[in-house]
């Protein structure tokens, strides 16, 4: 790992198709200055990415990195940081991708607390497909295939991720850089499985959740003078549906990492070029 | 046919059947004889009808046969459930003094022989050792020395103290005793020892040592039966090694998992079976268009659907050679016998980077079930050679940059194989995605590009064709006129099958097949035959009717896959150009 790393490092050369504006831009940006800024270098980072707008992140990273089936991105960034520890593994993807198809991968990898860092590009809408309700949209938000509102209640992500003992909970804003990129650090810092959810704006299909909303209505942890290592404060913060905060929620301080708790610390890519030394040990456990 | 002797014990699910069964098994095996064994079982913790079946012989023995010569039966369902196989002279073991059995009628002609297992047990420290008094009677009827039961005995409980083995010992005595004083039966079953040593071990545990000793590091699963064995077997062992094995919440998690273990650089696999393999699929094209290295085991048992779980089928050929949306290049190998199961995960391993490419590894039920005697020679580990294929380190890396510096993981060569950079080597940073993309791992639907990679991909199928032996085992008379072909676990019952055929003066030449795709041309050999019969264990011949299209005189073929569909006048133009002249020339017109 070299130390003069810029962020730009972490750019590929490929110009983003998202849409003038689309909060990714932000997302991304801190992301890449996060990764700068806490000693990382391209060689050294794997970008696992989603389907969906959010998705294309891998493309215009630059990075070891996949985009790979819908949903099902932190399986496989779990598969990488287990076989190379040594590898910061970030996986990055939309509320779709999450908290929809991939639900149950978010609880589980959550549960399993590998120390990879989890950004979610969440714009409460389905952009790529031209605007469908997501799990996150509000109960009465009228879509192409919601026409009175889903009618049920959105996700509570970071609910979800406190009920199955998540270990680092946190959310930002897009368009607050700097607040956004101090907890995409924390989160990478952290170890274990680091948790944000990125408020971050569809301009094109959203007209509710908007940056104007957002500007209007975050609260951030901090300026409450939150303790994050306080379960119940911050039980009490992720509960509270009428506000939209921003902040580290949740922090706990005795994180053991999966790697850890196993032992795994090996690159997994290093193998002897014949059968192991002692194999025949295990034909004969066969006697 | 091998001078055999059949042996079961029944009961209901939760007596202790398999684990008693394994015993008499490995002291069979400890003597000396080889042993095939097979289970009947329901897909239940208790209850039900489940037993324990050993076919044991001093020469090799492949298969079960419809035959039981000796029968420990637990519960008189136990009895009914194998009328077909006892004959005349067969001896049954029960308790007689259990409330249940002691109305029992046994079939005519064989012998009922009751043994107070419950009580003489008791006599021993435990009413928990009846089975192990009824092994000990069995002995007994089967001239088998006791004391080949005491090192199975000590492998099965010396976790549990000195005491238990022992206890375990004098119950086995008790029950050959009771036998021998009050019984005399003119059986002439003899299960004579030999100096020879022999493991015992079932196709999964197979496929997991051939894991280990291949290099795999990662396993990712969900539990399913039949496939459960091998991530048990692996589960403390292959950390010994600096692998791991993780328990998914699904099998969409677990191939994904797999596939970002093996985008690390690891040699990872997962294994399932039908229902699993449904999920997998979602992700088989993934992994195929990102060129990732994977082993993907599925062990196929009844579908559809939840199907008979613990009854055994091949109906997954078709899933396993088409499956997945899109034109999926991959290769399916699936041994033939419990050994084979080993060799073939190596080689899947092999195939699976040196290509890059998926690798099905097809085994079946019978196969995962089957606990059979092998020299331990069969499994020489100096044979194993790890082939990584096209991986670059640091000093590797220049020559695969492109004018700006950029790494190719996608790169278009001759034999399609592209290079491979692991994740921290310098300079080697490039993504890759489903969608497909360019030499760069980058998403593009440019006509020429697409076409350029979905060729290189296949071309890396067309290269393995060339340098890899695809050969079937051959079996039986080479110059019959009758051929029989099958794949799977159907080899060893085929092959005891050509003795009998033999005796009725059947001459038949036996191809079995463990490559799937690509597999074997059998063009000639069918064409050879007069008859040609496909064995397989389903309903609708899925590989007779792989079979069936491979001789096919070919059609002429025009094809198009750069994402646009066809218009007329180049339709006409390309079916004009097959007429007349080369139909190869069509790919050309289209890739251009």
């Not at chain 1, 992720?238 to 506000?243: A, E, H, Q, S």
Request: hydrophobic content about 35%.
């Amino acid at each position: 790992m070299s130390s003069d790393v810029r962020f730009t490092d972490f750019k590929s050369d490929k110009q983003p198709t998202w849409c003038p504006g689309c909060g990714d831009f932000g997302t991304m940006n801190g992301m890449m200055k996060a990764l700068a800024e806490t000693g990382n270098d391209p060689d050294n980072t794997f970008v696992v990415a989603g389907i969906g707008c959010s998705g294309k992140i891998g493309t215009y990273m630059h990075s070891y990195a996949l985009h790979g089936v819908h949903g099902r991105a932190l399986p496989v960034g779990v598969g990488v940081k287990l076989a190379n520890p040594d590898l910061e593994v970030m996986v990055a993807g939309g509320d779709g991708d999450g908290f929809s198809i991939g639900a149950g991968h978010f609880v589980h990898a959550v549960r399993r607390n590998v120390d990879v860092t989890y950004v979610v590009m969440d714009n409460r809408i389905y952009g790529l497909t031209k605007g469908q309700f997501s799990p996150t949209s509000r109960e009465d938000f009228e879509t192409s295939t919601s026409p009175e509102g889903p009618q049920m209640p959105p996700v509570n992500p970071l609910a979800l991720a406190l009920s199955a003992g998540g270990t680092f909970i946190a959310q930002s804003f897009a368009s607050d850089a700097k607040r956004h990129t101090e907890i995409v650090k924390e989160a990478i810092e952290h170890p274990g499985f680091g948790f944000v959810n990125v408020f971050s704006p569809c301009v094109t299909f959203n007209d509710v959740d908007t940056y104007d909303y957002f500007r209007g209505a975050i609260v951030d942890a901090e300026d409450e003078e939150h303790d994050p290592t306080d379960f119940d404060a911050a039980r009490d913060l992720i509960l509270d549906r009428d506000r939209e905060y921003q902040g580290v929620l949740y922090r706990d301080s005795d994180s053991v990492t999966y790697e850890e708790a196993h032992g795994l610390t090996a690159n997994m890519a290093d193998i002897p070029d014949g059968a192991p030394e002692d194999a025949m040990d295990l034909v004969r456990e066969f006697y | 046919m091998p001078e055999d002797l059949n042996w079961a014990i029944g009961g209901e699910a939760g007596d202790g059947i398999d684990s008693t069964g394994k015993i008499f098994a490995q002291a069979l095996s400890r003597a000396g004889r080889h042993v095939f064994t097979s289970k009947d079982f329901a897909s239940r913790i208790r209850g039900g009808y489940t037993a324990y079946k050993i076919r044991t012989s001093v020469d090799r023995v492949e298969s079960v046969v419809d035959r039981l010569d000796i029968l420990i039966a637990l519960t008189e369902r136990t009895i009914h459930e194998n009328e077909d196989e006892l004959h005349e002279g067969s001896v049954i073991i029960y308790d007689g003094e259990r409330s249940t059995m002691q109305d029992v009628e046994v079939p005519e002609g064989t012998h009922a022989m009751t043994v107070p297992l419950k009580s003489l047990a008791e006599d021993a420290g435990g009413a928990i050792m009846r089975n192990v008094v009824a092994l000990g009677a069995a002995c007994e009827v089967a001239n088998f020395p006791i004391e080949n039961l005491d090192e199975a005995l000590a492998k099965r409980f010396s976790d549990k103290g000195e005491a238990i083995v022992e206890n375990n010992e004098k119950a086995a005595r008790l029950g050959q005793e009771y036998v021998a004083e009050n019984y005399d039966l003119d059986t002439d079953y003899d299960l004579e020892t030999t100096d020879n040593d022999y493991v015992l071990l079932n196709g999964d545990e197979a496929i997991g040592m051939g894991a280990i000793a291949a290099g795999c590091r990662f396993y990712s699963g969900y539990p399913i039966t039949p496939a459960t064995d091998v991530m048990e077997y692996l589960t403390g062992r292959i950390e010994d090694y600096g692998g791991a094995v993780i328990q998914a919440e699904d099998e969409l998690s677990a191939v994904n998992m797999a596939l970002g273990a093996a985008r690390a650089g690891a040699r990872s696999m997962t294994a399932t079976s039908g229902p699993g393999i449904d999920l997998m699929t979602e992700t088989f094209g993934l992994v195929a268009t990102t060129e990732t290295p994977l082993v993907i085991c599925d062990v196929m048992r009844s579908g559809p659907s939840t199907g008979m779980p613990t009854k055994q089928e091949q109906g997954d050929l078709n899933m396993v050679l088409y499956g997945g949306h899109g034109e999926i290049p991959r290769f399916v190998v699936a041994p033939t016998t419990v050994a084979e199961c080993f060799w073939k995960t190596v080689e899947a391993f092999n195939l699976a980077e040196q290509y890059q490419t998926p690798v099905f590894l097809v085994s079946d039920l019978a196969l995962a079930v089957t606990e059979q005697t092998f020299p331990p020679e069969a499994f020489d580990m100096d044979e194993i050679e790890i082939k990584r294929g096209n991986v670059v380190d640091e000093d590797e890396i220049d020559s695969w940059l492109d004018e700006q510096g950029r790494f190719q993981p996608h790169f278009p060569t001759a034999d399609g194989v592209s290079p491979r950079a692991f994740p921290g080597t310098t300079d080697g940073a490039h993504m890759t995605t489903g969608l497909e993309h360019d030499s760069l791992g980058r998403r593009t639907e440019e006509e020429e590009v697409r076409v350029e990679q979905v060729d290189k991909r296949n071309r890396k199928v067309e290269t393995a064709k060339e340098n890899e032996d695809w050969d079937y085992r051959e079996f039986g008379d080479p110059d019959a006129d009758t051929l029989v072909v099958s794949w799977g676990s159907n080899e060893g019952a085929m092959r005891e099958a050509l003795e009998l055929l033999d005796e009725n003066g059947h001459d038949v030449r036996f191809i079995s097949v463990p490559y799937l795709f690509p597999r074997p041309d059998l063009g000639d050999e069918v064409e050879a035959a007069e008859d040609v019969i496909v064995v397989e264990c389903n309903a609708t011949g899925q590989f007779a009717d792989v079979l069936e299209h491979d001789v096919l005189e070919r059609v002429d073929r025009i094809n198009k896959y750069t994402g646009v569909r066809y218009k007329a006048d180049e339709l006409a133009e390309d079916v004009a150009a097959a007429i007349t002249g080369d139909a190869d020339d069509t790919q050309e017109v289209e890739a251009e």
